[in-house]
């Protein structure tokens, strides 16, 4: 049954994935072994003190939670009205959906610097919004956008031609069988095209340091310029002599709310299947 | 509609009354440049069961497309000729571009070959369209999902799960669940695209059984592979042939007469493949 070749091939596959596993283990002991011993409920209470070598991170969790908020907030209901559009277009086989499909594909890769100087340019300069949560988050949402529509129009033409006909068979309007049948269907992409998005969004630092700013203060309101995770983990390992520790801190809280985001839109994706399929 | 009066089945006898309820004339279907179907001309009969029979690629599924303009959706798709639904007022023009296509479809009802229950519940399922179409009184709702479900005879074996996804339910459930929920709307025609083909010869027989019992109720027409079954269940048989990779209508009559006295060649051999 198992010739050389398959052994081989197997061996590879396996070299692989342990190797993947033990560098993220390596990486993630690292910071656990430094940062470990500064967490506590204090750490995520309290604001910082002495540029962050002291005291927590409490102001910079709420400004983070409020650009991905506002992030979200503008990029889902766009993206989802722009993956809709564009798949009923390229469904038609269009020229242009393939092109906007291209466009859309070139900007998923863009570094995210190049979305900071636009958020600067735009948000920040142009639109008069100054360093903000606001600019910040406008920034990370065109920056999301790409993904987020591409996942989720490849979620949609992956939903069944049979619901699609059956919907129309039944005399349903075209925005009755979205709402009830098609974006339902689709709903573990929108899902996972969120979590993508959310993921890439809570990382990001370049993108935000040109557009929400260092300020490290408990924001008043999105007009406030407002310090996220990422660039207090950056700010601290790069800027503050002594800052390794609180960043490590840091970076622990943070791989924990990515990977809560993660958990839960894995547990809610399966609950919609589950509630139709009741498997 | 009034009932007919039926003939015994099994001889595929005369139907009824000849009343066109559609009446199809020089139709023809093409994808992009690719004809797929031209010069079909025939009368689909009130309260009748058509069977659409012929080899795989002649449009069948096309034809039938057309008739509830499911085309529409099918991007470079093309229909040309005339389809006229009788009306109490004269008759309606089915491929005029202004014709209400939503109001059409509640009209015409269509089964798929695949059952396709939406990934909801039971009871969602027959409730989508019907508050789509305006019914909002929970009574109401509640009245005419039982009844349709009685009709597919589905209630008895799902009234206590009501609330359970669809797709929880067998392939012959299903397409009846399918069928219901064709029914729920009242339509009067009924179009089925091979809806047994996806079944296990019971829940075949099922369907067909169920089928059956719409005759005199609703005008039938069905796409099916099974020749046996298209003699147990039409009155009007039409086949369909490929000339020159394009699809024609090349005979039409009572059942009865296409099986056992088919006037064109290709007929009695299409036919004759069945015995032989
Ligand atoms: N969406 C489409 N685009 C292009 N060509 C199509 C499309 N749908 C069907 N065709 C072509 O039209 C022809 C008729 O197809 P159709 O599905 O109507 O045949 P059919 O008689 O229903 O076949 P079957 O018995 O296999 O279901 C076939 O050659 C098919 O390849
Ligand atoms: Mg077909």
Request: net charge neutral.
């Amino acid at each position: 049954m198992h010739n050389p070749g398959d052994r081989l091939f197997g061996l590879a596959l396996w070299g692989a994935a342990v190797g993947v596993t033990a560098v993220f283990a390596w990486l993630f002991a690292d910071i656990a072994r430094l940062g470990l011993g500064s967490l506590s409920l204090d750490f995520i209470a309290t604001a910082p003190e002495n540029a962050g070598r002291d005291g927590g991170i409490a102001p910079i969790l709420v400004s983070t939670l409020l650009i991905l908020g506002v992030a979200v907030g503008v990029a889902a209901p766009v993206g989802l009205g722009a993956a809709v559009w564009l798949n009923t277009y390229t469904r038609a086989g269009s020229r242009g959906g393939r092109r906007i499909r291209l466009a859309l594909d070139m900007l998923a890769g863009m570094p995210s610097i190049v979305f900071g100087l636009f958020g600067n340019a735009f948000f920040s300069v142009f639109l008069g919004l100054g360093f903000s949560i606001l600019s910040g988050g406008l920034t990370l949402a065109a920056m999301i956008l790409p993904i987020f529509i591409r996942t989720v129009e490849a979620g949609l033409g992956a939903v069944e031609d049979g619901w699609r006909l059956g919907a129309a068979a039944l005399g349903l309007t075209r925005s009755a069988a979205l709402a009830h049948v098609i974006l339902p269907a689709a709903a573990p992409a929108i899902g996972a095209g969120l979590m993508l998005g959310i993921g890439r969004a809570a990382a990001e630092t370049a993108a935000l340091i040109f557009t929400s700013g260092y300020v490290d203060r408990m924001p008043e309101s999105l007009a406030d310029s407002g310090r996220a995770l990422a660039v207090h983990i950056y700010d601290l390992s790069m800027n503050v002599a002594g800052g390794d520790v609180h960043a490590a801190a840091s970076a622990l809280v943070l791989v924990a709310l990515v990977a809560c985001v993660n958990l839960m839109a894995v547990a809610l994706s399966r609950r919609w299947l589950t509630r139709r399929l009741a498997v | 509609m009034t009932p007919h009066t039926l003939g015994d089945i099994e001889m595929g006898p005369p139907c009824c009354v000849p009343v066109p309820h559609l009446s199809i004339e020089n139709l023809a279907v093409a994808y992009g440049d690719t004809p797929v179907l031209s010069n079909v001309s025939l009368d689909i009969h009130k309260g009748c069961i058509t069977a659409l029979i012929g080899p795989s690629g002649c449009g069948k599924t096309s034809f039938l497309n057309s008739l509830n303009r499911l085309t529409d959706l099918i991007p470079g798709a093309r229909v040309e000729g005339r389809i006229r639904l009788a009306n109490e007022s004269g008759t309606l023009d089915l491929l005029d571009s202004s014709l209400d296509v939503r109001a059409l479809r509640r009209r015409i009802g269509m089964i798929f070959q695949k059952p396709n229950p939406f990934p909801m519940s039971i009871r969602r399922n027959l409730e989508l369209p019907l508050r789509e179409h305006g019914m909002r009184r929970a009574d109401l709702l509640a009245h005419t999902i039982e009844t349709a479900l009685a009709d597919v005879g589905l209630w008895n074996e799902v009234r206590d799960r009501l609330d359970a996804p669809a797709l929880t339910l067998s392939g012959g459930q299903q397409q009846r669940l399918c069928i219901a929920r064709a029914l729920v709307l009242e339509p009067e025609i009924l179009l089925m695209d091979e809806p047994c083909s996806a079944l296990d010869p019971i829940a075949s027989g099922v369907v067909e059984e169920m089928i059956q019992s719409l005759r005199g109720r609703y005008t039938v027409v069905i796409v099916t592979h099974n020749l046996a079954q298209a003699r147990r269940v039409g009155n009007y048989a039409a086949f369909f042939w490929m000339r020159e990779r394009i699809g024609q209508l090349v005979e039409f009559g009572h059942c009865r007469q296409i099986f056992d006295a088919p006037v064109h060649p290709a007929t009695a051999a299409y036919i004759g493949g069945m015995h032989g």
